[in-house]
């Protein structure tokens, strides 16, 4: 039997508990990496996505970048990232990463991006050029790459998967009973079947889950078994922050005890590898996850 800590009262719900304080960022090293994104006019999911991290990753001489711009044509309720109609792709930008990576000295890099429901491919091109740039200028630095959802175009996946990264990332972000709700213009499923073809390709395999939205520990056991099954190698696991009051509300704190038991729990179901904690976000210690 899983013994799990009392849940918080409806007013002890409101105030952030303490074990999700974080620092600011600051020192000489966060201070480089902030003026090397502002000269290479890049963006990163640390800033759009309001990363608890970021100041310690930036202080690390770390960044997730974020390509494809930096407005979504999804609009998931959990997400700070702007939402609309995208301007055109930038054709350039796989080269503006690759030399701000290279000047960095990144070790292992971090990419993601917006979803670019409204291209064909997805972006599926510049998914591809980036790693390629990435891989030309700083042939040491291993990659993971953090894709959206390709809607089923399976083409496009492939395109995004063979550029030679090491790790492939998508996140599942929340429990199926919950899809509807946080991920509207997601499908369970298709998530999932997402991550099999990428299994079948030969990659290693990752994604995310946020915890505090309302599910049930049943339903996240079952999650983890479902990715288990579709061929998961990695899963993170963290407290989900509501960005703005106009966002999803915190249902739950998760106690650090609670995402203990889940680490336990992914380990005993086959995973190689959990991160699981209050501030664990999908790029948290990815440097980690190249080689399990």
């Known amino acids: 039997m899983i013994e799990l800590p009392v849940i918080p009262s409806e007013n002890q719900r409101k105030k952030r508990p303490d074990w999700l304080r974080v620092k600011l960022p600051i020192g000489p090293e966060y201070a480089k990496v902030r003026t090397l994104v502002d000269t290479h006019k890049l963006h990163t999911i640390c800033e759009s996505g309001n990363c608890p991290n970021m100041g310690e990753c930036w202080g690390a001489g770390t960044a997730t970048f974020m390509i494809l711009g930096n407005v979504c044509t999804r609009s998931c309720t959990f997400c700070a990232v702007a939402t609309g109609r995208p301007n055109e792709y930038d054709t350039d930008e796989p080269r503006r990463v690759a030399e701000?990576?290279?000047?960095?000295?990144?070790?292992?890099?971090?990419?993601?991006?917006?979803?670019?429901?409204?291209?064909?491919?997805?972006?599926?091109?510049?998914?591809?050029?980036?790693?390629?740039?990435?891989?030309?200028?700083?042939?040491?630095?291993?990659?993971?790459?953090?894709?959206?959802?390709?809607?089923?175009?399976?083409?496009?996946?492939?395109?995004?998967?063979?550029?030679?990264?090491?790790?492939?990332?998508?996140?599942?972000?929340?429990?199926?009973r919950l899809y509807r709700r946080v991920r509207p213009q997601a499908r369970y499923e298709r998530s999932l079947e997402q991550i099999r073809r990428t299994k079948d390709y030969?990659?290693?395999?990752?994604?995310?889950?946020?915890?505090?939205?309302?599910?049930?520990?049943?339903?996240?056991?079952?999650?983890?078994?479902?990715?288990?099954?579709?061929g998961l190698d990695i899963l993170t696991l963290g407290q989900y922050l509501q960005p703005t009051k106009m966002h999803h509300e915190v249902i739950e704190w998760i106690h650090p005890e609670t995402f203990a038991m889940y680490r336990e729990e992914g380990l005993k179901r086959g995973l190689k590898y959990v991160e699981s904690g209050p501030l664990v976000r999908s790029s948290y210690h990815a440097e980690r996850h190249v080689n399990v």
């Not at 520990?217 to 078994?225: F, I, N, S, T």
């Open 100 to 176: 701000a990576i290279l000047l960095m000295k990144v070790k292992h890099a971090v990419i993601t991006s917006v979803n670019r429901d409204e291209l064909k491919d997805r972006g599926a091109e510049i998914w591809y050029q980036t790693v390629r740039a990435v891989k030309e200028v700083s042939p040491t630095t291993t990659i993971e790459t953090l894709i959206p959802d390709t809607k089923g175009n399976w083409d496009a996946l492939i395109r995004m998967i063979e550029a030679g990264q090491e790790v492939v990332s998508h996140n599942m972000e929340t429990v199926e």
């Open 202 to 230: 030969g990659q290693r395999t990752k994604s995310g889950i946020m915890l505090g939205l309302g599910e049930t520990v049943d339903e996240v056991l079952k999650a983890m078994d479902d990715l288990v099954e579709h």
